[in-house]
């Protein structure tokens, strides 16, 4: 572990001094077809590609896990899972990330395992809802092709309606890597409520199994859920979490050499992708983007005295909000993401009349953010020029970012914009041969059409779509 901890940190060094891998020589644009591999699923959120031919695929509102043929697009239920609460609409609660055993269906295995995250009822015995998070695992019987005997390996863990992450992969150390966002505190209906992603556990929290600092954070766990002894030690407290000082980084995935990724989800601009390094602080809420003043004060409503009596403002910040530059912060921790997606200009307006649509306001489908939702490296040959590219899909634009790393791990070029649908892009997996783009799609909610204006009237919702090099 420390191996790579030392070569993370050897990257991140370079990158954050600008170094850069040369681009390979320009190729023709390849050309994709489209098809629509399955739909009718309930807000498909996670799609992995399984050893059986098939994508295992969560849907977030019906608690179903579903196993999609990548033959012919027929779906089976491996489970439907009783507890998970979601609520319909905008909230980002219910079942999210899944991740598959490395072993699983391999052989004589014997970790037939899946691995989920999802919002439920901590305290069902009473009329009020006690929304947590937890990961569980379940196993899967080849013979019945479900999943049963669910064991829980962490629970408690805080969460909201909003931000909730909840990404979670497995890493080439067999760990697991699970993201939490931070609630959606301090904006909207929560701006009284404080954001945690700067908040730490103690030594007495970790001890009592209370994971109340846990929103804004990448934690990392064995696979029984326990605290690895090789996590970092931040603030003297070994604990579960690996990184912290995010707001909602909805992508994780590791690329060829063991470096891991993450996709982040900024406010009104600057989603970013970040380098993942132990211990690391990525500076939200104090910095969106580089720490470059531009664009972003920290307005900290949850700190005024009168928070209370304030009607909340995206543009106006009443005197008794305390605000702070991003260059006031400052921690030896911090570290810079790799690439903003995308920053906002000078004098940026972020009301948009555009964005104004029989009379109601929709503002944040024109901000410089494009919804980040999740992160992929493509680590196939079969695309010309495509071998180790991030693909982050975006919910706004329906549309796959493809951001080109260098031999290092490293960016080495500018994004390109593929595969433009009027859709909300969830997630994405990769065929084994690496020539087809499989892409889940929201089964609701606002995108934008193909002019660039506000929509409801998705094309595909609830669907996997498959892109096939032609």
Not at 232 to 258: C, D, E, K, M
Not at 397 to 416: D, K, W
Request: net charge neutral; proline share 7%; aromatic share 10%.
């Amino acid at each position: 572990m420390r191996t790579v901890r030392m070569r993370m940190l050897a990257v991140l060094l370079a990158a954050v001094a600008g170094a850069t891998t040369a681009a390979a020589p320009a190729q023709a644009a390849p050309k994709f077809t489209m098809t629509v591999l399955a739909s009718g699923l309930a807000n498909p959120w996670e799609i992995v590609r399984g050893p059986d031919a098939h994508l295992w695929t969560t849907e977030k509102f019906t608690g179903r896990i579903t196993r999609v043929s990548l033959a012919d697009g027929t779906k089976k239920t491996a489970v439907t899972i009783p507890d998970v609460v979601a609520t319909r609409g905008g909230p980002q609660d219910g079942l999210l990330g899944m991740a598959l055993h490395p072993d699983l269906l391999r052989g004589a295995s014997t970790n037939p395992y899946v691995y989920v995250s999802y919002t439920y009822d901590a305290d069902p015995a009473t009329d009020t809802l006690l929304r947590r998070q937890k990961i569980v695992r379940y196993t899967y019987d080849k013979a019945t092709e479900l999943l049963s005997s669910p064991l829980e390996l962490i629970s408690g863990m805080p969460v909201t309606i909003d931000h909730l992450s909840g990404r979670l992969v497995i890493g080439p150390d067999k760990k697991i890597y699970y993201s939490i966002g931070d609630g959606g505190k301090n904006q909207y209906t929560l701006y009284c409520e404080p954001i945690m992603a700067q908040a730490l556990p103690t030594a007495a929290q970790v001890a009592a199994r209370n994971w109340n600092t846990y929103q804004g954070k990448i934690l990392r766990l064995n696979l029984d859920g326990t605290i690895p002894l090789d996590n970092p030690v931040i603030n003297g407290v070994r604990s579960h979490v690996y990184t912290y000082g995010h707001r909602n980084a909805q992508g994780l995935t590791f690329g060829p050499t063991g470096l891991l990724y993450a996709s982040e989800q900024g406010p009104k601009s600057d989603d970013e992708l970040n380098l993942i390094v132990p211990g690391g602080n990525y500076g939200w809420p104090h910095v969106v983007g580089r720490r470059d003043n531009l664009e972003y004060t920290y307005a900290n409503w949850s700190a005024a005295p009168n928070c209370a009596s304030l009607e909340y403002s995206d543009f106006t910040i009443p005197a008794s909000v305390p605000q702070r530059t991003e260059t006031s912060f400052f921690d030896l921790r911090y570290v810079e993401p790799m690439r903003s997606l995308f920053p906002a200009t000078p004098g940026q307006n972020f009301q948009d009349p555009k964005c104004v649509v029989d009379g109601i306001a929709i503002y944040p489908i024109c901000w410089p953010t494009i919804a980040a939702s999740s992160a992929e490296v493509y680590t196939s040959t079969a695309v010309p020029g495509w071998w180790n590219s991030v693909l982050i899909p975006s919910l706004k634009y329906g549309t796959i970012y493809r951001v080109p790393l260098g031999l290092t791990g490293l960016i080495a070029g500018e994004p390109e914009l593929l595969f433009k649908t009027v859709n909300r892009y969830r997630d994405t997996a990769i065929s084994t041969d690496g020539r087809t783009i499989y892409v889940a799609t929201d089964g609701t909610s606002i995108a934008t059409d193909l002019n660039g204006l506000p929509t409801a009237d998705l094309a595909n919702p609830g669907s996997i779509l498959a892109f096939t090099l032609a």
